[in-house]
């Protein structure tokens, strides 16, 4: 996997995310992610949801009445969890030490 950029990286983790808590169509994830105060039109998120299909992060299954549900894989789940530990990294090192004054 070669390295995100800054804006990427948080949209695959939204959209990661998104779809680990339940399939998701493209306009439900719009309406998912402007409720979380993201304004993401749908031509913006077309590109990251083909990037992530590509990487076998996500699968996208027709259903009737519904049109293309996309579900988190296995690699997926991988690819989340080490940008969520990122975060968790970078979260320690912008806390300030316990015990110091802040």
């Known amino acids: ?7 990427r990286f948080f949209s695959r983790i939204y959209v990661l995310k998104l779809v680990q808590s339940s399939p998701a169509t493209v306009l439900n994830l719009v309406e ?8 993401k039109n ?3 998120l077309r590109p990251v949801l083909r990037s992530l299909m ?3 992060a996500i699968t996208a299954e ?3 009445g519904s049109g293309r549900v996309y ?3 296995e690699r ?3 690819e989340l969890e080490q940008y969520i530990s990122h975060l968790a990294v970078l979260k ?3 806390a300030p030490d316990e015990g110091e004054p802040g």
């Open 1 to 7: 996997m070669k390295p995100p950029t800054f804006d």
């Open 32 to 39: 998912r992610l402007r409720e979380r105060g993201i304004d």
């Open 42 to 44: 749908i031509r913006s």
């Open 54 to 56: 590509m990487a076998r």
């Open 62 to 64: 027709l259903v009737e």
């Open 71 to 73: 579900c988190i894989t």
């Open 76 to 78: 997926g789940r991988a």
């Open 92 to 94: 320690a090192e912008l």
